[in-house]
């Protein structure tokens, strides 16, 4: 009988294909990254002036409810206005259900606003300057796209006897203003 031969195999090393797999995931990042960089969009954000706020970040939920209501009731606003050649009074608008005019529970929730019209403009006096301060909706006599919004969240409200935009940012009124951006619409236009 022959004396056992024994044979000692080492292993593979593995060090090579570890390298090559470490190498194929930093190409891969790598591409990604550079594709990211490329295709990547820039956010563009405006920034609005001192006596503005912007009705998405700078408004509370009672607020943003009221600029929203008169944004859409403005458009019956202007029908009305050229059916009758003068603007209809908030207790017109109020018994048509136009919010932010009627007197119900959501109106009573973001501030129980009492509205009145004054010259070419509403004005929402607020009874809750805590949930939402008053509003002021100008309407331009001649432009219909003129029409702005302006809030003041002082408990004692006054509006100035001229209501251009000087005198009512001495009183303490500032501009709502809607930015749309694609934060906002998260439509990206290629």
């Known amino acids: 009988m022959k004396a056992a031969t024994t044979q000692v195999v080492r292993p593979a090393g593995a060090g090579h294909e570890t390298l090559y797999v470490l190498l194929l995931c930093a190409l891969i990042l790598s591409v990604a ?5 490329w295709r990547g969009e820039k956010t563009e954000t405006g920034s609005i002036a001192s006596h503005q706020l912007d009705a998405r970040r700078d408004l509370s939920a009672g607020e943003q409810g009221i600029y929203a209501d008169l944004r859409v009731t403005l458009d019956e ?26 007197q119900d529970a959501s109106s009573v929730s973001r501030g129980g606003h009492v509205w009145q019209l004054q010259d070419q403009a509403y004005l929402g006096l607020s009874q809750n300057p805590q949930v939402a301060g008053s509003f002021l909706m100008r309407i331009d ?12 969240r002082n408990p004692s409200a006054s509006l100035p006897a001229d209501l251009s935009d000087a005198p009512l940012i001495a009183a303490g009124w500032q501009q709502v203003v809607a930015q749309f951006d694609a934060g906002v619409t998260r439509q990206h236009r290629h």
């Open 33 to 37: 990254a550079t594709v990211v960089l």
């Open 77 to 102: 606003i202007l029908l009305l206005r050229a059916e009758s050649q003068s603007l209809p009074t908030p207790e017109a608008l109020a018994a048509e259900g136009f919010a932010p005019f009627a």
């Open 141 to 152: 006599a001649k432009d219909d796209s003129q029409a702005n919004i302006w809030l003041n």
